[in-house]
């Protein structure tokens, strides 16, 4: 699970300085790191083509100087900016420096000269600040000029922490970053700001990655197999309908069916055993009329579910899409809680306790539900209006994190950077996604995904995050024209497509 982890700023100072102590000088980490500059704008350049090199005044600005004299050293024509004067440039940053013995152009250039490929060294994903003044000036040039761009650890201009943008920010082609990820990485606009990734060792060793990852406090994790792979769910020889779970989804009244059989269908196909949808009286045929390998039962109020949930072998519940707001709703939520299953709210089942986290969250915990929360950024704000994990300049990943403490469960805080959260301060964030999956009902098979996991075993931190990722794959592998009835009939490719150990 190593491989997934992410590196807050503070936690990969803790790495460098642990390093640095166990005997490996700064100076050859910045080689290093300088040298998988110098590779990856190979591979972006023409054999002998013209690179420009943008140097800052701190290590970004040494990794940009190293870069530039292994480039040159290979037959390429480099010309380098330094934002600074050379003087002035400390520690490891000035030996990088002193070991180029091309020229430097002190100061922003008034337009940028004929290149092939820009290498952003300018600030890293410390920054402290918003860019002003000459350095704002020439990350507007750089991003203006329409030339590829080569990021040194992130785009300059972007927090590493929060993918925020401070003042302004390099759009990149590429970024190559070094030991591990940070969550601006990943992180809209982050994300969309440093296009492909590369993360590379730089030969910090474990016991700086180690020392770096306790830094972080509790677990960041980039979202995918890596991650939750060790959880997924396995069949055996013996394995059958009943050893899979079963999930149990509620339908609004007439005419407002389609959402929960979309969720119901995400179930079936994502594995769980047997899926039942419970169903108004008045909505059975209309129901009945589109399920066949899904079953079906009567259910019209609390007192109905808490019927239908003596079944013990009922081991997931998912209440939400399409449901209905208010009372009859809460009644509902309430009722699923205190059964203790494995419990998904989504849409409906959230907004019906605006402003009420605390209801909610006592539900959830009188009952010992196990329970996964599924909002988006407006479900959200309903939701926690008014609460600490809607204040004001809260990142997307606070948010999250307070929401999953207030209430006891996973939160799944969607979006184009969906974030998912546990109560225990864990976060992973998913990158694997497209935004053609923002169509009417996908959220309702997500919620779906997610229920049918839960029903097979898996943890709701785990199985949130794995339905995230799935979900996400499947709108990448269809791409445009993609409708919600299209993604359960994917996940037949999509789960094929993991690795073999997870099939």
Same mark, same amino acid.
């Given at each position: 699970?190593?491989?997934? *982890? ?14 640095i ?31 420009l ?19 040159? !050293? ?10 600074? !004067? ?10 990088a =420096? ?54 040194? @650890? ?21 970024t ?8 601006g ?16 060792d730089?030969?910090?060793? =474990? ?30 020889? !013996? ?21 929960? *059989? ?6 079936? *196909? ?18 009945a009329? /589109? ?8 259910? @019209? ?20 899409p ?43 915990r @009188?009952?010992?539900? &196990?329970?996964?929360?599924?909002? /988006? ?14 204040e ?8 999250? &994190? ?19 959260? @546990? ?5 992973a964030?998913?990158? /694997? ?38 979900h ?16 359960? !009939? ?14």
């Amino acid at each position: 699970m190593s491989e997934a *982890r992410l590196l807050t700023v503070e936690a990969m100072r803790t790495v460098d300085a642990t390093a640095i102590a166990g005997g490996t000088p700064g100076l050859r980490l910045m080689e290093r790191a300088g040298g998988a500059v110098a590779e990856r704008a190979r591979a972006l350049a023409p054999a002998g083509g013209r690179v420009l090199v943008l140097c800052g005044p701190g290590n970004n600005g040494g990794d940009g100087f190293v870069a530039a004299r292994l480039l040159a !050293e290979t037959g390429y024509a480099v010309d380098l900016v330094l934002l600074g !004067e050379r003087p002035a440039l400390k520690g490891d940053a000035a030996g990088a =420096a002193a070991a180029w013995t091309g020229p430097v152009t002190e100061g922003p250039p008034e337009s940028l000269p004929p290149c092939d490929l820009v290498i952003d060294a300018l600030f890293g994903a410390g920054l402290a600040r918003d860019l002003d003044g000459e350095a704002r000036a020439l990350v507007e040039r750089v991003n203006a000029s329409g030339l590829p761009v080569l990021a040194v @650890d992130v785009p300059s201009g972007l927090d590493g922490d929060t993918g925020t943008v401070r003042g302004v920010a390099v759009r990149a082609r590429e970024t190559v970053t070094f030991v591990a990820l940070k969550p601006g990485h990943l992180l809209q606009p982050g994300r969309a700001l440093c296009g492909d990734l590369h993360v590379v060792d730089i030969g910090t060793g =474990a016991q700086a990655l180690s020392a770096g990852l306790a830094a972080c406090g509790p677990a960041l994790y980039r979202n995918g197999p890596a991650f939750w792979g060790a959880a997924f769910p396995r069949l055996a020889g !013996e394995s059958h309908k009943y050893t899979r779970g079963h999930a149990l989804v509620l339908s609004g009244p007439a005419y407002r069916t389609g959402a929960a *059989r979309m969720a119901a269908r995400g179930a079936l *196909r994502v594995g769980a055993g047997l899926v039942t949808v419970a169903s108004p009286k008045d909505a059975l045929a209309e129901n009945a009329a /589109h399920l066949t390998a899904i079953m079906l039962h009567a259910c @019209d109020s609390a007192d109905d579910l808490d019927d239908i949930l003596t079944d013990e072998r009922l081991n997931a519940v998912l209440l939400g899409p399409g449901l209905g707001t208010g009372e009859p709703t809460r009644e509902r939520v309430m009722v699923a809680a205190s059964a203790g299953r494995a419990l998904v709210l989504d849409a409906d089942a959230l907004t019906s306790f605006r402003g009420q986290p605390e209801v909610l969250a006592g539900h959830i915990r @009188d009952g010992e539900a &196990r329970a996964v929360l599924t909002p /988006h950024a407006g479900e959200f704000a309903r939701l926690f209006g008014g609460t600490p994990a809607a204040e004001d300049g809260l990142t997307k990943l606070e948010q999250a &994190r307070r929401a999953a403490a207030l209430t006891g469960a996973v939160v799944v805080l969607k979006g184009a950077d969906t974030v998912i959260a @546990d109560p225990d301060g864990r976060i992973a964030i998913n990158d /694997h996604a497209t935004p053609y999956l923002g169509t009417a009902g996908a959220g309702d098979v997500l919620a779906g995904l997610i229920a049918g996991l839960l029903a097979q075993g898996m943890a709701p931190f785990e199985a949130a995050a794995a339905a995230v990722w799935l979900h996400g794959d499947a709108g990448l592998r269809h791409g445009p024209g993609l409708i919600a009835e299209d993604i359960p !009939e994917l996940m037949p490719r999509v789960l094929a497509g993991l690795p073999s150990r997870l099939r």
